[in-house]
């Protein structure tokens, strides 16, 4: 057992600063000197987790091998430092009083007021340290979401406060990231807003021992960065910056080459390590070293925000890095299909089309549709989960002609309920944590594309989804062409669906994009970029 020590990671100013990147570069800081780190995500939020929450206003719906369903940041811990996350890697405010209320109905609290503090702060600190304890790695990095002045993260912070109290003084550290933003029309950088966050973290008992400031461009360096300083009150190199960048797994190396790894080790009483970059700077050269252009059209609802498919993404982004490729996606929105058909045409311009995962009716048609024109003009293909869905609509519509046929999800009285609700979700009445979650193991048909993108014929993926291939349907849809090449080991499960030809078409009901690492991409994405850059040399696009 090592004494677990700890980063605390708080933000100011305002949200989208990058604070998440800063959490991973810290992890990844301490990794390539051989530290091993954990990381929890506290989000404030009253819901017990974000499986219920809109990807349009909150970004992706990240799910765990457990099956947890986590914020996005969780999926950029697990790409940045390569680690397996659990359940108990997010904290939400709804878990912490879930929990302490539930005592409280139990009588545990044995008469007394059950209050903020000492009990939510008890709970939350309790939640930490059984990280600490559970995984035991040299440091254990705590990211509160949201930015310091919020109501919603006081009890979190005044947790923090307390740890800092009780821990020994350089067994805890905290870094606060805030905005430097540039006045243009006097071409200033502005300090004002940092000095005002770090009051307001004072005032609530923290002082920073670093700041890292964001900034659009360039280092903070000079006047502005001493006022940081004084103001903040911590030396002037403890003021780092992270600015916009091309790559952003460059960032870790970015901010160590301004010597926050070597102030963190020495703040932490941790042993000055020579850093390894080696292995990750040639992750990082594979991005930066793209050759050719792949252009892939994501064809999906919430399509114009890139936030909402950031697993996907990041993906694409890992399986063109590991071909040479850049991959260009375009968002489109699908209910366009639907108002003009013809639109559909514009499909030809790419290498690649995708159809990700998503729920309810609302422009289903319009990604039949694109799949159709996939389909029957040789472009590359994939979908995922609700893409795998509409992938079997379509076929069994277009080819096997089963007119009408639809998920009953969309359409409850098709004639043809191609694809079912999964028996167990029958009579379940209640949202939350209640789809099919997480990693379970997939069968792969020997011969078969899948499995030779894996060279594996039994793989673990992660799942979330409420509807599969109605197994009644199975047989019709084989005898008409459509191959199952992948299913739960008790084969009633239809888990991935390729129809061979002169190009690439695959679709997959789990989802491939949450395993995916740089310099480790996901075999299914490897196989479609690989597909659509082959496209793409031969000019086809
Ligand atoms: N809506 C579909 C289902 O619930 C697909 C879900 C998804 O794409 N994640 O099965």
């Known amino acids: 057992m090592v004494m677990t020590k700890y980063v605390f990671i708080t933000g100011g100013v305002m949200s989208g600063l990058g604070k998440g990147l800063v959490t991973c570069s810290v992890g990844k800081i301490l990794q390539v000197r051989g530290f091993t780190v954990n990381v929890i995500k506290i989000d404030p939020y009253l819901n017990v987790d974000a499986g219920t929450m809109n990807p349009y206003i909150h970004g992706e719906v990240y799910v765990l091998d457990d099956g947890y369903e986590a914020d996005m940041d969780l999926g950029a ?39 903020i503090i000492p009990h939510i702060t008890d709970e939350i600190k309790r939640r930490i340290r059984m990280v600490a304890d559970r995984t035991n790695p040299d440091v254990l990095i705590v990211e509160c979401g949201g930015t310091v002045g919020d109501i919603e993260s006081l009890p979190f912070l005044e947790a923090f406060r307390q740890m800092r109290l009780e821990e020994e003084p350089n067994d805890t550290m905290l870094i606060h990231v805030t905005l430097v933003p540039m006045l243009r029309s006097v071409g200033e950088l502005k300090t004002k807003p940092t000095q005002h966050s770090v009051m307001e973290l004072r005032r609530i008992g923290l002082q920073p021992d670093a700041i890292v400031a964001r900034c659009e461009h360039g280092i903070v360096d000079g006047e502005p960065r001493r006022k940081i300083a004084l103001y903040s009150n911590v030396a002037e190199e403890a003021v780092f910056t992270s600015y916009d960048v091309e790559c952003i797994y460059e960032l870790p190396m970015i901010l160590d080459g301004q010597g926050l790894g070597k102030y963190v080790c020495r703040r932490l009483g941790l042993e000055d390590r020579a850093p390894d ?14 050759k050719h252009d792949v252009r892939i059209a994501m064809c999906g609802k919430y399509a114009k925000l890139a936030d909402c498919y950031v ?22 929105e699908t209910e366009e299909f639907e108002e003009d058909p013809s639109a559909v045409e514009r499909l030809s311009g790419y290498d690649g089309v995708l159809v990700p995962g998503g729920f309810g009716v609302r422009g289903t048609e319009g990604k039949i549709r694109a799949i159709e024109y996939a389909r029957t003009h040789g472009i590359p293909f994939l979908g995922i989960c609700f893409g795998f869905q509409l992938a079997v609509v379509e076929y ?19 004639p043809h309920p191609v694809i079912d609700l999964l028996p167990e979700q029958r009579g379940i009445d209640r949202l939350g944590g209640t789809m099919r979650l997480g990693l379970h ?12 993108l894996y060279g594996s014929d039994r793989i673990y993926e992660r799942h979330r989804h409420r ?20 299913w739960s080991p008790d084969r009633r499960r239809m888990e991935v669906l390729e129809i061979r030809g002169r190009s690439f078409f695959l679709a997959t009901q789990f989802h491939p994009e949450f395993r995916s690492r740089p310099g480790n991409p996901s ?19």
């Not at 659990?86 to 007021?113: A, F, P």
């Not at 109605?470 to 199952?484: A, H, I, R, S």
């Open 311 to 332: 697993s996907v993404n990041e993906a694409l982004r890992h399986a063109g890095a590991a071909l040479g490729a850049r991959v260009r996606i375009d968002w489109i």
């Open 277 to 290: 970059w080696s292995g990750w700077k040639e992750i990082v050269d594979s991005f930066k070293n793209v």
């Open 467 to 486: 509807y599969e291939v109605n197994p009644e349907y199975v047989e019709k849809l084989q005898k008409g062409g459509l191959k199952f090449t992948g």
């Open 77 to 115: 811990y697990e790409r940045f430092l390569g680690l397996t996350l659990s359940r108990w890697n997010n904290i939400t405010t709804g878990q912490v009083y879930q929990t302490v209320i539930e005592r409280e109905r139990r009588g545990e609290y044995l008469g007394k007021c059950v209050q």
């Open 441 to 452: 193991p997939i069968d792969l048909q020997h011969g078969s594309l899948i499995e030779s």
């Open 523 to 541: 075999p299914v994405y490897y196989g479609f970029v690989r597909a659509s850059l082959e496209r793409a040399l031969a000019g086809g696009a």
């Open 396 to 414: 069994a519509r277009n080819v096997v002609g089963l007119k009408g046929a639809h998920s009953t999800e969309c359409d409850p009285d098709t």
